[in-house]
């Protein structure tokens, strides 16, 4: 008999963003289990290639809480498996509340993705765990499922974050560079004021080197108006080796993008200290080198592999002297990230994360 999973992503609408990277990852991953989404209500995707596979258009943004109490209590009761795919602490705050018996073990799953390490948020996570010690905890780091077992979570384990692996049969070949490339979505912990600056800086300079920066403005929230601030800056600036990308892409023409690319990722050193990168992992997946800052996961990642250059800094001629490093010897930074993908392809299988739910 197949297991039934129910998989909750309020976020997901379109092919655009990890979330749907990670869910399609899972569902078309060989095994017996039947899946249930719970996306946004305006999701336009199409999962009929998978039979096993059902979709329900459910989440609205405005009410997104009270819809995940009220569907969380109504899912409870089916006895199948929930799985809360970007968890966060609203979600066990509001497992813990609805539940008014222990829950047993291997019912409800969070994937977290980070968590901050604070002593306030320990003391909530304890008294959470106290309440439900059976809650399912899966993290995308070591450091990530530390943080809960020190909570008192007794089911808490490291399940690798599940990357894109090109077809079978398709062998990932090396081009030459083509662009340095902004990925994403454009945040001001992704380091977007850097890009700008950078540009700027650049186009000061009458620098030549091609640019291709995603500026996608669909998810900003009131706390990214400098964002906005800084998407209007950078269609003032006269660079003409620069491209900008304002609409929505599918997976597809996404992870088109990364072959002859360098990755630019000035990520913010304290939010990215040890947070996987969907953006890596993909960039990586190509044979696309990344440039980052010191101090993050992504750095270390890129260390392991020699991938890519790390920042000590992320200003203008910094992170444009790493650029043209690369640039000059593009085929043994990508060569060192194509077998950086055929690592990571093994250790980040999709399977994993399935079996941890399953098993």
Request: aromatic content about 10%; overall charge positive; some cysteine.
């Amino acid at each position: 008999m197949s297991e039934f999973i129910n998989i909750v992503e309020p976020t997901l609408t379109n092919e655009a963003g990890h979330c749907f990277s990670l869910i399609n990852n899972l569902v078309k991953t060989e095994g017996v289990a039947q899946f249930s989404i719970w996306a946004n209500a305006k999701a336009s995707i199409n999962f009929e290639a998978y039979s096993r596979v059902s979709l329900s258009k459910y989440f609205h943004r405005r009410i997104r809480k009270i819809q995940c109490f009220l569907l969380y209590k109504r899912l409870l009761k089916t006895k199948n498996k929930i799985f809360i795919s970007t968890a966060g602490m609203l979600d066990l705050a509001l497992f813990a509340f609805i539940a008014k018996e222990v829950l047993p073990p291997k019912q409800v799953y969070f994937y977290f993705h980070w968590i901050n390490n604070e002593e306030d948020k320990l003391a909530r996570l304890k008294k959470i765990a106290q309440k439900q010690p059976n809650l399912m905890i899966l993290g995308t780091t070591k450091s990530v499922v530390d943080v809960f077992k020190k909570a008192g979570f007794s089911h808490a384990k490291l399940a690798p974050y599940p990357i894109s692996i090109p077809e079978q049969n398709t062998p990932l070949k090396l081009i030459n560079f083509s662009k340095v490339l902004v990925a994403g979505a454009a945040r001001q912990d992704k380091g977007f004021s850097n890009v700008v600056d950078l540009v700027d800086y650049l186009a000061t300079i009458k620098a030549e080197i091609p640019f291709y920066i995603q500026s996608s403005s669909e998810h900003l929230n009131k706390s990214e108006a400098k964002t906005q601030l800084d998407i209007a800056r950078l269609k003032r600036i006269e660079y003409q080796k620069l491209t900008i990308c304002e609409k929505t892409l599918s997976e597809i023409d996404y992870l088109n993008l990364f072959p002859g690319s360098i990755c630019l990722q000035p990520y913010d050193a304290k939010a990215f200290s040890d947070r996987v990168s969907g953006v890596t992992l993909d960039s990586l997946m190509a044979g696309s080198p990344v440039v980052t800052t010191a101090n993050t996961w992504i750095a270390k990642c890129i260390q392991r592999f020699d991938a890519g250059i790390v920042l000590n800094s992320n200003t203008p001629n910094e992170i444009a002297a790493a650029l043209n490093t690369i640039i000059r010897d593009y085929d043994f930074y990508a060569k060192n990230a194509k077998n950086a993908s055929l690592t990571l392809q093994s250790e980040n299988d999709a399977s994993q994360l399935l079996s941890a739910i399953l098993n």
